[in-house]
């Protein structure tokens, strides 16, 4: 019934009279066409019009069952007779929500109102969801059946030919819509905060407590609403007084007050937000550890980790998918360093507890009556006693690793980077070493003492608003003026993020820059493996003049590195790597750089082979070039396994960076 009644709605809305024309118009009067693509990826993200709504409706229930369960639970149970009774209706308290007063009758007012917002929101929504559902369909041809499994470069693909109608081709702002304009206008904040945490501008450390970096999800709210809210306008593009020196001291002075202001609102709010997350984690891991206890010491990638691993231009999706593949030899890695007196009592407590839960087993399959009917003591049955060892036993075997285990931190560690794409000068040649491996702890930490973290960053990110963060507010509104750029139909967006390889690129990395500030160039090349990365993903997109020297330039060096050291190159992957780092074609190099080999003189500058495309020849003085490769070998290299090609540019960026092979 359910299935019948979507389908009819869904012919209604999408087949309706003069539906498809007005759909049409709708996407050519777009207005604020950054608002408008966010609105297209969460669309995507959320796998649909019926998804989206499901899971938003569902997680509105669950707050609220969280909340009156909770509420039921401590306000309308007299726990002082339920050992003398046998009946639920028995120890309830009647009219118990009229006796709550205090502080929990103004969390549940300023909830049910929350609540209620929250809820009429979700209806506002609905029409525009469904607008967004019409365009999927009549303008990129996208069913919401295909929706589950749609890739996004299918999107960006229906976007780019959309972009051709009549009324659109003269509009400012589509006439150069592309993957990477599509990427910046999406990620125009969160580039400036890839940025942030890549050059250290943020302090986010206790004071006179910690030296660890405090990044929770409450703070991530509140360095959102501090510093993006306060440079960015409604319309989600940076305030133009942001980009003029003069107004420099009173928007300092303005971001110091806004943090302080956040840092009080922070200490009143505490207490609610205390209570929400108690019962949420309640909830949500109580049932988890009941199934499987072990799962108390599982691990997951920190805030902080997350900040620092993203790279420019990366969409979330993409994102996590490359941070899950990591898990595992995450997991494994940390396994090497076990401490060997927890392992010992670990073992002896596994031992133990695991006789005694035997025992028990052993004694209620001779005499059944012994589960429930035998006290062991004063009110607990053998049946208790058998959950609390169980459960005990299976904890800490979770903390005794293998027999079988091989020690290979290093191993371990260099298939995580792989994935992580994070590799500090610091860890290099120190993979094995208990340093790095608490390093990397800070970044992959137990999901209990997140939580715990999450917690105590209540009282903490008063202090760190209030202290820390003010001494940075000169530094965070420098870097806003000093890494922002305007590009034609695109706005003021983040320099890094248009991999302007002229100003921020590191010759150490292979990029033909002007200068060597230490300053403008981002950290461990995350502009340049962002480059490589985002186009390895969307081969079919033109990087420019620049970002084709570069890649020649990339490509050159990989065959100096495998051809001065005697390595084959594996699988032909060098021919792979060309096909699916697709190079702009009829690309004019500068002949003053060619002849002169750049700034710093470097061999590698002359354009690699499939640089070029037909019709580029003889250009500029270079002998001719051959033909791009057949179409149908590109075709096929499509497939190729995207998460071997990211290991391998990354593998490749590290070895030029140490002029050494890294593969």
Known sequence: ??????????????????????????????????????????????????????????????????????????????????????????????????????????????????????????????????????????????????????????????????????????????????????????????????????????????????????????????????????????????????????????????????????????????????????????????????????????????????????????????????????????????????????????????????????????????????????????GRSAFFYIGIFGTVMAVARGMVPGENDVFEPERCMREVVEDTHYLPEEWKGKLHTDEVRADFNALFDYKVLLFLYEVLSLVLAPMILMKSLPARAETIVDFFREFTVHVDSLGYVCSFAVFDFRKHGNVKYGALAEGDNQYYMSNGGKMEQSFMNFKAQNPDWDPGVDGSQYLSNVLSKREQLLGRNGLADPAGSSMMMNSMMRLRRNVRFDNDQLRQGGRSGSQYLRPHPLAQGAGSAGRNGLPPQPPPVSDSYLAQSEAYDARAMGRELFALLDAIAQNQPGF
């Open 1 to 378: 019934m359910l299935n019948s009644f979507a389908g009819d709605m869904a012919a209604s809305v999408l087949h309706g009279p003069g539906v498809k024309e007005a759909t049409l118009r709708y996407w050519e009067g777009v207005d604020n066409l950054d608002e408008f693509l966010v609105r297209v990826f969460a669309f995507f993200e959320g796998k649909g019009f019926y998804c989206i709504l499901l899971a938003r409706l569902t997680n509105l229930l669950i707050l609220a069952f969280i909340v009156g369960f909770s509420t039921f639970l401590f306000a309308c149970i007299d726990y002082s007779i339920i050992h003398k009774s046998k009946m639920l209706e028995d120890v309830l308290r009647p009219q118990c929500l009229r006796k709550i007063h205090g502080l929990p009758s103004a969390f549940l007012i300023t909830f049910s109102i929350w609540w209620t917002w929250q809820f009429l929101r979700l209806l506002m929504d609905i029409p525009q969801l469904l607008q967004m559902y019409r365009f999927y369909f009549h303008v990129l041809e996208v069913p919401d059946a295909k929706m589950q499994t749609l890739d996004w470069r299918d999107v960006v693909s229906g976007l780019v030919r959309a972009k051709d109608l009549p009324d659109l081709r003269s509009r400012p702002g589509f006439e150069t819509l592309d993957a990477h304009n599509i990427a910046n206008r999406i990620m125009r904040k969160e580039n400036y905060m890839i940025a942030i945490f890549n050059k250290d501008v943020l302090d986010l450390t206790v004071p006179w407590v910690v030296k660890r970096q405090m990044l929770t999800q409450i703070m991530e709210w509140n360095l959102s609403f501090c510093i993006l809210s306060y440079v960015f306008n409604e319309r989600g593009h940076v305030r133009k007084r942001f980009l003029k020196e003069v107004n420099r001291t009173r928007l300092i002075n303005g971001l110091k007050q806004r943090f302080i202001l956040m840092g009080i609102l922070n200490l009143i709010c505490a207490p609610f937000l205390f209570i929400l997350l108690i019962m949420y984690f309640f909830f949500r891991y109580a049932e988890e550890f009941h199934k499987n206890p072990s799962s108390l010491g599982s691990r997951q990638y920190t805030p902080f980790a997350r900040r620092k691993f993203r790279e420019f231009n990366e969409l979330p999706h993409l994102f996590n998918h490359r941070l899950n593949r990591s898990y595992e030899k995450a997991l494994e890695y940390m396994a090497q360093f076990p401490a060997e007196k927890l392992i010992i009592v670990a073992r002896f407590v596994a031992f133990i507890s695991g006789s005694f839960a035997a025992v028990l087993l052993i004694l209620t399959l001779v005499n059944d009556e012994l589960l429930h009917g035998f006290e062991i003591t004063p």
